[in-house]
C-alpha cells in the first residue's frame, strides 16, 4: 500500500527550497520539479516564513547563513 503524502499525491513530495545563491536555489529548483516533486523556492528568509506559514512542506532545504532572517 502506497503512503500518501501532504500533498495528496501518493508519489509527490512537496519540497521548499530557501537559499540566497540564485544559482544554486534555480538549479536546485530544477532539478527536484524533473524528478516530480512538488517545489517552491524563496531567496529570502522572511518569504520563506511567510510560505511556511500558509503551507505544509515534506521537507525543507535551507542555506542556514542568509542576510536578513537566517
Known sequence: ???KMSTGSPLMAKILIVDDDVAML????MLLKTKGYLVE???????????LAAHAYDLLLLDLQ???VN
Open 41 to 51: 523556492s524563496a531567496e529570502e528568509g522572511g518569504r520563506a516564513v511567510e510560505l
Open 1 to 3: 500500500m502506497k503512503k
Open 26 to 29: 534555480k538549479s536546485l529548483h
Open 66 to 68: 542568509m542576510p536578513g
